[in-house]
């Protein structure tokens, strides 16, 4: 996971307010697991109306606890293969602020098999911790940082039901093909991070 480095003027408060968030309030009903739990047997049968459902009901829950407008869920088909010039990316979900819409995709982009449970659970949190960035606390974008990856994964790992791993970071000289808060890349001067879990 490669970090956005810090805007140099604009954005820059809320940048650093992000960047301090270390974990997230959860649910203790257990309402997310069962959900999840939901999601994984569905997204074996590899029907996308059963998916779709599950992962809005796993979204109703996730709004709902946080007190934030509900957002909407597209399942896609196969993943989407971006070309950059440093090589072929593949596209796990996004967000769009604009419309409050999240899309993930359920199967790999070659061969297009089913995405693994682990991967599309985490990346169904990621997408809603996007959500989260703009209408529980309100910053102007959603980036790429300690503050959103370290929140996500307490989500994820919460909802999986799994222990929490630490998110250590390493830096990266250069800084160039970081990743933006909605699924595109952009050269960037300056340094960013690594994150890698342990």
């Given at each position: ?13 809320g ?52 007190n ?40 790999t ?15 169904l ?9 703009f ?23 919460h ?26 890349t ?13």
């Amino acid at each position: 996971m490669l970090t956005d480095s810090p805007p140099r003027k604009t954005n820059r408060t809320g940048f650093l307010k992000s960047d301090r968030i270390k974990s997230l309030d959860l649910p203790q009903d257990g309402c997310l697991f069962a959900i999840a739990k939901s999601i994984e047997s569905t997204l074996r049968t590899a029907k996308p109306i059963d998916l779709y459902r599950a992962c809005a009901q796993f979204l109703d829950g996730a709004s709902t606890f946080y007190n934030v407008p509900d957002c909407v869920i597209r399942v896609l088909a196969a993943r989407v293969l971006r070309l950059r010039e440093r090589g072929t990316f593949e596209l796990f979900g996004d967000y769009a602020p604009e419309t409050m819409l999240i899309g993930v995709w359920m199967r790999t982009a070659e061969p297009k098999e089913i995405t693994s449970f682990g991967i599309f659970l985490s990346t169904l949190c990621h997408e809603f911790c996007h959500h989260l960035d703009f209408q529980k606390f309100g910053y102007p974008d959603s980036w790429h940082i300690r503050g959103f990856y370290e929140p996500a994964a307490v989500l994820y790992h919460h909802a999986r039901g799994t222990p929490q791993k630490r998110l250590f970071g390493v830096s990266m000289a250069g800084g160039d093909g970081a990743s933006t808060g909605r699924g595109r890349t952009r050269p960037h001067a300056g340094k960013s991070l690594e994150w890698q879990t342990i």
